[in-house]
């Protein structure tokens, strides 16, 4: 029997593939090609327009990085606005948090949202059915732009910059998630890697750094985004995202498998590579 196997092509440069065991779900939505896979060494993986997303074995060591920074080291957390996150992931950490009163949820693709409660229902898992959930199927950019809502923490939990996501990148975004956040709040998104995508790293920062006074990346390593190395940014007006708050952690840490005080504090360490090109 011929072996199947999945790959996803990054910019026509590097390759990485995992062996396919059965194919779940496949649909076409007015967005994007969607794709659930069951793999040998993963188990399910959503993929969408070949690129793949998240996994059942490996998606903690991204939503916890990218949730636990900011809603631990905010002054506040009463209100959290995610922007993407069909597959429930983040918004499953963010609510782990008791002191979170309100999320907000806006995903541009209702497909992805119900092939993953459908098909990968451990990474969503009770946040589907928490009250404190809300759900939004629109465009993200054009709700940050359009929203006069004040939020503690924004999460921007958007796929590579291409496709339904191109617009969840940039200066224009940005300038608007800093009016929703006002001074004291958080705005945390993923930044790519700067092993392999240094150039776009750099210009994330760059815009970043035009409508934030502080921005503050920090990385990780996540088996799916096979480059190894992978990166997310902390971005706000006058917090300091590097010290966690203790009863913040000790609330949630006891059930994350990436996240603790020491791994917050040693995330921020930047390679030195890294920290010579932000320092130009």
Same mark, same amino acid.
């Given at each position: 029997?011929?072996?199947?196997?999945?790959?996803?092509?990054?910019?026509?440069?590097?390759?990485?593939?995992?062996?396919?065991?059965?194919?779940?779900?496949?649909?076409?939505?007015?967005?994007?090609?969607?794709?659930?896979?069951?793999?040998?060494?993963?188990?399910?993986?959503?993929?969408?327009?070949?690129?793949?997303?998240?996994?059942?074995?490996?998606?903690?060591?991204?939503?916890?990085?990218?949730?636990?920074?900011?809603?631990?080291?905010?002054?506040?957390?009463?209100?959290?606005?995610?922007?993407?996150?069909?597959?429930?992931?983040?918004?499953?950490?963010?609510?782990?948090?008791?002191?979170?009163?309100?999320?907000?949820?806006?995903?541009?693709?209702?497909?992805?949202?119900?092939?993953?409660?459908?098909?990968?229902?451990?990474?969503?898992?009770?946040?589907?059915?928490?009250?404190?959930?809300?759900?939004?199927?629109?465009?993200?950019?054009?709700?940050?732009?359009?929203?006069?809502?004040?939020?503690?923490?924004?999460?921007?939990?958007?796929?590579?910059? !291409?496709?339904?996501?191109?617009?969840?990148?940039?200066?224009?975004?940005?300038?608007?998630?800093?009016?929703?956040?006002?001074?004291?709040?958080?705005?945390?998104?993923?930044?790519?890697?700067?092993? !392999?995508?240094?150039?776009?790293?750099?210009?994330?920062?760059?815009?970043?750094?035009?409508?934030?006074?502080?921005?503050?990346?920090?990385?990780?390593?996540?088996?799916?985004?096979?480059?190894?190395?992978?990166?997310?940014?902390?971005?706000?007006?006058?917090?300091?995202?590097?010290?966690?708050?203790?009863?913040?952690?000790?609330?949630?840490?006891?059930?994350?498998?990436?996240?603790?005080?020491?791994?917050?504090?040693?995330?921020?360490?930047?390679?030195?590579?890294?920290?010579?090109?932000?320092?130009?």
């Amino acid at each position: 029997m011929t072996e199947r196997w999945i790959h996803e092509v990054h910019r026509g440069d590097a390759s990485f593939g995992l062996r396919v065991t059965s194919f779940v779900h496949a649909e076409v939505s007015p967005h994007q090609r969607i794709e659930i896979v069951e793999t040998a060494a993963l188990g399910r993986v959503l993929v969408l327009d070949g690129v793949f997303q998240t996994a059942e074995r490996d998606e903690r060591a991204y939503h916890e990085l990218l949730a636990h920074p900011a809603l631990c080291a905010a002054r506040s957390i009463a209100r959290v606005l995610v922007i993407g996150g069909g597959d429930g992931g983040t918004a499953r950490e963010v609510l782990r948090h008791p002191e979170v009163e309100r999320c907000v949820m806006v995903e541009i693709d209702r497909a992805v949202v119900e092939a993953c409660r459908a098909h990968l229902p451990s990474i969503g898992g009770s946040a589907w059915s928490d009250p404190r959930l809300e759900v939004r199927f629109e465009d993200g950019a054009r709700f940050v732009r359009e929203c006069r809502e004040r939020f503690d923490v924004v999460i921007l939990d958007g796929s590579d910059p !291409i496709g339904p996501s191109a617009g969840l990148f940039g200066r224009a975004l940005y300038e608007d998630v800093r009016r929703l956040v006002g001074d004291d709040g958080l705005f945390a998104l993923q930044t790519e890697s700067p092993a !392999i995508d240094l150039a776009l790293f750099l210009e994330m920062q760059g815009a970043l750094r035009a409508s934030f006074e502080r921005v503050h990346p920090y990385f990780g390593a996540v088996y799916l985004y096979a480059a190894g190395l992978f990166s997310w940014t902390v971005a706000s007006g006058v917090t300091d995202p590097r010290a966690p708050r203790p009863a913040r952690v000790a609330a949630i840490e006891a059930g994350c498998a990436h996240y603790d005080a020491e791994v917050h504090r040693a995330a921020f360490a930047a390679p030195p590579f890294v920290r010579r090109r932000l320092a130009r």
